[in-house]
């Protein structure tokens, strides 16, 4: 039987990743630039056609973002998580170094390990999957949710991924 500082720590988690995912998809279809500047972005990043993966990515954030903080369909959510931070690493960090402040994978390598942990964790009682009885923890779940991530991430850069040119790597 778990304890429930194990439920509270999920709920922790949840509340902190989910909710800022789903602003990172908001203020993709509602920042600034709306989602034609967020199509811009990701056309200049060299995601074909830009328009489509701009209102993926932000549907998918807003859904993953969503899914997390309401504790529902673990570890889904979380393999979403994983799959933006992949393409998200591999497109817009690579070749930046290691610090976020200078545009490297610090903080998307962060956002994905938390959502492998928060897969292994289970969501905790105090979530949607919780009240229906849906628990899901441990190392498959955690499986799950890096191997379903990674996965989509590299059919997604595949079929879509043409940039100018290949950012090069640098040390940090």
């Given at each position: ?159 879509c991924y043409r940039p100018a040119h290949e950012p090069r790597e640098t040390d940090d």
């Open positions: 039987m778990r304890e429930r500082g194990h439920d509270t720590a999920a709920l922790v988690l949840r509340a902190t990743l989910g909710p800022m995912l789903f602003a990172h998809g908001w203020n993709k279809v509602a920042g600034p630039g709306g989602l034609k500047g967020t199509a811009g972005w990701f056309g200049a990043l060299g995601l074909r056609p830009a328009e489509a993966h701009a209102r993926m990515a932000a549907g998918t954030e807003m859904a993953a973002g969503a899914g997390i903080a309401l504790g529902a369909a673990g570890p889904l959510p979380a393999a979403a998580a994983v799959g933006l931070m992949t393409v998200a690493a591999r497109t817009d960090h690579r070749g930046k170094g290691f610090f976020v402040f200078k545009g490297g994978w610090e903080y998307v390598g962060v956002v994905g390990g938390a959502a492998i942990a928060l897969a292994a964790l289970g969501n905790g009682r105090y979530s949607l999957d919780g009240l229906t009885g849906r628990q899901r923890s441990g190392f498959k779940p955690a499986l799950v949710a890096a191997a379903l991530g990674t996965t989509s991430a590299a059919a997604l850069l595949a079929l």
